[in-house]
């Protein structure tokens, strides 16, 4: 059974930083494209990051800010998230799966989900 298990999230003043860290149980990471996405109270989820193949694509909000990387001996993924502003504020979403190139930025391109850690950036 596969699981996803967010944890790093928290309460952080705005210009702070915090590391979000995704563990997969049940398969390996490195095989999958990973991805982080978060949703805000009364909004869709959003793509935040994902990297495939050592690549990495960042939705707009976040480009600058935000690193994702990935640590194969210890199969975890990592959301770096810098310079952090209120309108970060959301729940933050670890995914895996193998979308095509026209659905990496989608929640439809990924098939296995964590529950979730909550980001909260204080003004």
């Known amino acids: 059974q596969v699981e996803l298990v967010e944890s790093g999230g928290g309460l952080v003043q705005a210009g702070g930083s915090l590391t979000l860290t995704c563990a997969p149980s049940g398969l390996t990471f490195s095989t999958y494209t990973m991805g982080w996405f978060r949703q805000a109270p009364g909004k869709e989820r959003e793509f935040v990051a994902a990297?495939?193949?050592?690549?990495?694509t960042y939705g707009n909000p976040v480009k600058g800010r935000f690193t994702i990387s990935r640590d194969r001996s210890k199969n975890a993924g990592y959301l770096q998230m810098n310079a952090l502003k209120p309108e970060d504020t959301a729940i933050y979403f670890c995914?895996?799966?193998?979308?095509?190139?026209?659905?990496?930025?989608?929640?439809?391109?990924?098939?296995?989900w964590g529950q979730g850690t909550q980001v909260t950036v204080s003004s």
């Open positions: 990297i495939r193949w050592g690549i990495s």
């Open positions: 995914a895996a799966g193998n979308p095509i190139m026209s659905t990496i930025t989608t929640t439809q391109g990924y098939k296995y």
